[in-house]
């Protein structure tokens, strides 16, 4: 299963784009890169899943360069609702005996006012 | 509430105790996880069922775990002689097991507090 690397941690100020990367350089033809969200007490929450190029939906976009070596996660305009800690996992989604999908440490997201 | 469930919240025991928790998944879903989640750490994967069968096992898992999920629905994870160590919040999650795949709906967690 390849290894994620991401920053331990991040500050940002409200109304920010944050950036965060992670680097997979071990990726698999057939994996997937996704990020979760998580607040403390609860699960992790889904956020997007890619394979290449750019993801976007309503809450972030995944920019995934041509050697997928690497993704970063965009969050538009931050709030402080954003403090959370992010998870860049990579798996075969598709496998026939399942995806066990390996969380790293995550990184913790600190959002300022 | 169509999310996935867990049964308790919270938990205490007492060392060497057996403990018990549920799991109800989102009902069109096929695969169920247990993951293990310490404080500043990620998740750790335990246990995964394909419906009913359960595929794959962590070596994490002890023989003191062991996990069911009867008749492809809800499921059971139990830790007998509870340990100091195993301390956590354990999670559940749920998902298809074909399209988004990768897209793992968890529950809100049990946290096991063993004294």
């Known amino acids: 299963l390849a290894k994620t690397t991401q920053p331990i941690s991040m500050d940002s100020y409200e109304g920010q784009e944050v950036n965060i990367t992670c680097s997979h350089n071990?990726?698999?033809?057939?994996?997937?890169i996704t990020w979760y969200q998580q607040f403390p007490s609860q699960g992790p929450r889904f956020i997007i899943q890619?394979?290449?190029t750019k993801v976007t939906n309503e809450v972030a976009s995944l920019f995934i360069p041509a050697d997928r070596k690497s993704s970063t996660l965009s969050l538009p305009r931050v709030s402080l609702s954003d403090t959370a800690v992010y998870y860049c996992?990579?798996?075969?989604?598709?496998?026939?005996?399942?995806?066990?999908?390996?969380f790293g440490a995550g990184t913790i997201l600190r959002v300022k006012s | 509430d169509t999310g996935v469930s867990q049964d308790p919240r919270h938990k205490i025991t007492k060392r060497g105790q057996n403990v018990t928790f549920r799991c109800d998944p989102i009902?069109?879903?096929?695969?169920l996880y247990w993951y293990r989640q310490t404080l500043g750490q990620g998740p750790e994967f335990l246990t995964y069922?394909?419906?009913?069968?359960?595929l794959e096992k962590s070596r994490l898992l002890s023989d003191r775990f062991s996990a069911e999920r009867p008749k492809g629905s809800f499921s059971t994870l139990e830790i007998q002689r509870t340990e100091q160590g195993d301390s956590a919040m354990y999670l559940c999650?749920?998902?298809?097991?074909w399209g988004e795949g990768g897209k793992l709906f968890f529950g809100s967690g049990t946290q096991l507090s063993v004294l």
């Open positions: 999650a749920s998902s298809f097991d």
């Open positions: 071990n990726i698999a033809t057939n994996d997937y």
């Open positions: 890619g394979y290449k």
């Open positions: 996992l990579v798996g075969d989604s598709h496998m026939e005996y399942g995806n066990k999908l390996v």
């Open positions: 009902s069109e879903h096929n695969r």
């Open positions: 069922f394909q419906n009913e069968a359960q």
